[in-house]
């Protein structure tokens, strides 16, 4: 018996920790015999213990010629020598590696808060770190994404077989079209309208036509497993980090114009004032009569020649205008937020940071896709069956404090007592468009937004006005999708690749795991975005430019570029000799001698002073002739001798 190997434990994938539990975690579990021998356990709580380092970094080498890994997270200061006794790949200077800290036996001392050196074992070299794909790649690694998929679960892929129509209905006559960026290689909705006749029950027929994924992805095989585990898809400048494989995403289930695709679709039947009368739910075949950009149907929109049927595009403008007329009835928030793009060149580097365009052709796409979204979730909501909602709390009590006291000074105000609806902060984005503040006033009210996540409970839509809701129109991409789809399928007895019990069982599990890999993402795209602004702001050292503050924290302000919308640092040890409190409640900093305030949305003009796209840190100087403050003085290492000064205050 004692040469007979240990049992193998397997811990159950769960949200329930948001991602806690990594390599070296301690837990307690509760385990639960199989029959073959192995164990199942469940996550109870986790345990106190040493957590591995782990980083993504750049090899360097010191005048001694020892090698060493200075990592790419601010967040983790100093160098980290290799290891002794471990085998390390080759490595060569300015190589980009995945490294984990190598297990001490002087780890009780770091439980004891003592010091000591962290060596760290390379686990994997990812390129060159200044190659032009280093940036995404830090990004992905930093935050754990896997980006490469097991051979498994590309060869389970490529095996598909597209499907036959069978028992489908056959919507292949019908002109459904995909509208997509430029850029776009999945195409997972297609969309057809039409208005009915004078006498009919309602006044337009909206169809929204959702790849079947369902149908190449079996529930608990190894391309699930693996979709359930990344939860979604990435998007980074350069590259997608896809939920699915390309044989699946870009190929079977991509809504390719003039081939025959598998789909769920919802049928509605609206008002003109854009209320959902009807709907019901089906699998189809259908054959993608063109593929138009947002730019193409804004071009038809505004009566440009551009390519595609014209009249289905007026037909989906009419639709649109229904459904706008329902979203301000309901008071759903209309954030008017400028997000940055980054444009790349052929080679990868970033010539240009710019606001994304925004048209009506966009906000077409999002409505009909909101719409099939509340069927979907209206479907097996009143049917009791299991659904995997899109929830989003309204803002806390001290949420809407802190933005009550924020807005009070521009004139802007809200109900002191009472609850604070979408309606009312609806009623303060009209009042604040066209204005010089418009920008402070939506990013005010986005900051006091509740998180949006997924769940089996239905607590509604704030921010959307909407009672029930939940994701269904892109299964390529979100796996929340993907369940929705198959519950519908179950529900509707509509074949194959439906919800099975023990799924839906765990669903409130499978919500809090996708809700944290989204989390996830976002934080890795954030961070990307980052990277590359910092390295286009590289080429501008020593430039001016104009800017607002887009924050304000204790140790500095953040600086939002106009026009590049390139973001970087002011620190506050860089503000003039003055003294300065944060005061969270104004998003202010409050100079103690000179009364002087930096607010959230003032403008400014600075000079930018270093960028470093491997460490993702811009910062920059203020340029300001305000007779009362007066500049550190800076060492000829450049850092200022009031720093020290500063610290005590901040402490």
């Not at 001490?104 to 032009?132: F, M």
């Not at 006091?448 to 704030?462: E, K, L, R, T, V």
């Not at 590289?538 to 026009?563: C, K, P, W, Y």
């Amino acid at each position: 018996m004692h040469d007979a190997p240990p049992p193998v434990i397997h811990l159950k994938a769960s949200g329930r920790f948001g991602g806690q539990i990594k390599p070296g975690s301690r837990v307690l579990a509760r385990m639960t015999a199989q029959e073959d021998g192995d164990y199942e356990a469940s996550a109870i709580r986790i345990l106190p213990g040493v957590e591995r380092i782990r980083m993504v970094g750049v090899v360097r080498k010191n005048r001694d010629e020892e090698i060493h890994v200075a990592p790419t997270d601010r967040r983790q200061r100093g160098f980290f020598p290799l290891a002794t006794g471990v085998k390390h790949p080759p490595l060569s200077e300015g190589d980009l590696v995945r490294a984990i800290e190598v297990p001490s036996p002087r780890d009780g001392d770091r439980l004891r808060g003592r010091e000591r050196t962290t060596r760290v074992r390379i686990e994997e070299v990812l390129g060159k770190a200044d190659s032009t794909s280093a940036i995404s790649l830090i990004a992905i690694h930093t935050a754990g994404i896997p980006d490469s998929f097991p051979g498994d679960v590309v060869e389970e892929a490529e095996r598909a077989k597209p499907v036959g129509l069978d028992n489908r209905a056959d919507l292949r006559h019908l002109p459904l079209v995909t509208i997509d960026g430029e850029d776009a290689r999945d195409f997972d909705d297609a969309v057809f309208a039409e208005r009915l006749q004078t006498d009919a029950k309602g006044d337009w027929r909206l169809i929204v036509a959702i790849a079947d994924v369902a149908a190449f992805v079996a529930e608990g095989s190894a391309l699930d497993q693996e979709a359930s585990k990344r939860g979604n898809s990435t998007y980074f400048p350069d590259r997608v980090v896809p939920m699915l494989p390309e044989a699946l995403s870009n190929d079977l289930c991509s809504l390719r114009p003039g081939e025959d695709r598998a789909v769920l679709f919802v049928e509605m039947t609206l008002t003109a004032d854009g209320e959902i009368l009807d709907h019901n739910f089906g699998r189809a075949l259908i054959r993608s009569a063109a593929r138009l950009t947002y730019d193409e149907v804004q071009a038809a929109r505004d009566g440009l020649k551009a390519d595609g049927p014209q009249g289905a595009i007026d037909s989906l403008f009419g639709v649109f205008a229904a459904l706008q007329r329902a979203r301000k009835s309901r008071g759903a928030l209309d954030l008017d937020l400028a997000e940055p793009h980054i444009q790349l060149s052929r080679k990868g580097k970033v010539t240009g940071v710019v606001p994304r365009t925004r048209y009506d052709s966009h906000r077409l796409i999002e409505e009909c896709m909101i719409a099939a979204n509340v069927c979907a979730a209206q479907a097996l909501g009143r049917r009791g069956r299991p659904c995997l909602y899109r929830n989003h709390d309204a803002p806390g009590p001290e949420k809407i404090a802190a933005a009550r006291d924020f807005l009070a000074p521009f004139g802007y105000r809200l109900p002191k007592t009472g609850v604070v609806t979408n309606k009312h902060l609806t009623s303060l984005l009209d009042k604040a468009r066209g204005t010089p503040e418009e920008g402070l006033i939506n990013e005010t009210i986005l900051r006091s937004q509740a998180q949006a996540n997924y769940g089996s409970d239905n607590i509604g839509h704030f921010g959307l006005g909407l009672l029930d809701y939940a994701h269904f129109t892109s299964p390529i991409r979100r796996y929340s999708d993907l369940v929705v789809h198959r519950s519908l399928i179950r529900t509707f007895n509509l074949g194959d690749g439906g919800l099975s019990e023990e799924r839906a069982a765990g669903l409130n599990e499978t919500g809090e795991h996708i809700s944290f890999t989204e989390r996830r993402s976002a934080s890795a795209e954030r961070d990307s975005a980052n990277r590359y602004m910092a390295a286009y702001l590289v080429e501008h050292l020593g430039e001016q430019a104009d800017g607002i503050i887009s924050g304000v924290t204790r140790f500095g302000l953040f600086i939002r570029l106009n026009g590049s919308m390139a973001e970087g640092l002011i620190p506050i040890a860089e503000l003039g000799s003055d003294y300065f409190d944060f005061d969270p409640a104004r998003q202010q900093l409050v100079g103690r001698r000179s009364g002087r305030t930096f607010t959230l949305g003032d403008s400014v003009t600075i000079r930018i002073r270093s960028a470093d796209p491997l460490t993702a840190t811009s910062l920059f100087e203020l340029i300001d002739d305000a007779p009362d403050v007066k500049r550190p003085e800076r060492s000829k290492h450049g850092k200022s001798r009031k720093r020290n000064a500063v610290k005590r205050h901040r402490r």
